[in-house]
């Protein structure tokens, strides 16, 4: 009769190589499926947003009833694929510009920066080109705009992350996923313009 020595006994090795590999094998499994949904996410919203635009950019995208039924519609889509999802989740903007040019560049109206803190305040003079009485970072206006306005929109989405990786990573719980796209309201009409620029001061 042969005794096996502990050196050489391989019995419930493949136990215990599974033990050590399964933690390691699962961590890579939620990991990949985390990003695939948020991946899946970025695609929709985009694909989303990208259609409530071009909706929105027809002559009674400009009324505020169908900018609510638009906004609606994206948070509808979204929350089919996050149900936990609160409307505070899910962020809608709009900024209207003149040209496509403007828009790109999405440069803040000139100022006089006195304190060197990069914003307007403290009773810095400014130049409000589009008559807003506010000073704008970005060089745009709040809303759908009108005819021939370039319109931009920005859809920010914040949910838990579907596992609990982040806690092994040290990282946020928050995921945060981002939809941008830019469209010219159609021209049901002659182009609005702006009046000569007024010289205010930064509250």
């Given amino acids: 009769m042969t005794t096996l020595t502990l050196k050489s006994n391989e019995e ?13 094998f699962a961590m890579l499994l939620m990991g990949a499926l985390d990003i695939g949904h948020t991946l899946y996410m970025q695609a929709v ?28 519609r994206i948070r509808t889509a979204v929350k089919q694929l996050n149900h936990s999802l609160a409307d505070a989740d899910i962020a809608i903007t709009r900024r209207y510009y003149k040209t496509f040019s403007t828009a790109s560049a999405a ?10 803190n990069g914003t307007c305040d403290a009773g810095e ?9 506010v000073w704008d970072r970005d060089g745009g206006n709040a809303g759908q705009g009108a005819a021939r306005d370039i319109t931009v929109y920005n859809v920010t989405v914040t949910y838990p992350h579907m596992f609990p990786l982040w806690k092994m990573l040290g990282t946020t719980s928050i995921s945060t996923v981002r939809a941008t796209t ?14 000569a620029a007024t010289a205010r001061t930064c509250p």
């Avoid at 919203?45 to 638009?70: F, H, M, V």
């Avoid at 440069?107 to 060197?116: G, I, K, V």
């Avoid at 003079?125 to 009485?133: E, K, L």
Wanted: aromatic share 6%; proline share 4%.
């Fill in 12 to 24: 419930g090795i493949a136990a215990t190589e599974f033990a050590l590999i399964a933690p390691v």
């Fill in 45 to 72: 919203l985009q694909g989303t947003i990208q259609k409530a635009a071009r909706d929105s950019s027809l002559e009674s995208g400009t009324a505020t009833a169908t900018q609510t039924t638009i906004d609606t």
């Fill in 107 to 116: 440069l803040a109206e000139t100022w006089t920066d006195t304190n060197t």
């Fill in 125 to 133: 003079p400014y130049t409000d080109a589009n008559n807003n009485s």
């Fill in 182 to 195: 830019v469209v010219a309201n159609q021209p049901y009409g002659a182009q609005s313009q702006y009046g």
